[in-house]
């Protein structure tokens, strides 16, 4: 994941961002997990800064989208209490996709600053730059 990379993805997730009119903190890892890039749109949340970039790294270390670790992560389901692992950096809820290289997880985006729904959305958005 090169800084150019990272710079591409940012660029169409804020282009994404921007046609919803929901300003986003947009984070982008390397194959590590670690941040490579991160942007906070004007008007975005500032709690959103740390889930963006936590979003991220936990779709690089577990290599899936955070919104399908959260359905695998709720009461009785397979990874009931991960979000506790890793000093509380695991997130379980949409926003966070891994990219891939030639079928190899080389990083990650992870989006927030909206509903689920839209920061996934803003991250797939990414994702499909890269």
Known sequence: M?????RKITAAAEKKAHEIKQPMNIAVVDEGGNLVSH???????????DISINKAFTSRAFDITTKDLGKNSQS???FFGIHVSNHGRVMIFAGGIPL???GKVV???GVS???GEQDHAVAEAGAAAF
Request: hydrophobic residues 40%; aromatic residues 4%; charged residues 25%.
């Open 107 to 109: 990083g990650a985006v």
């Open 100 to 102: 891939k290289r030639d």
């Open 76 to 78: 009785g389901d397979q």
């Open 113 to 115: 600053g909206g509903s």
């Open 39 to 49: 942007v906070r749109m004007d008007g975005a949340w500032l709690g959103s800064i």
């Open 2 to 6: 090169t800084l150019a990379d990272a």
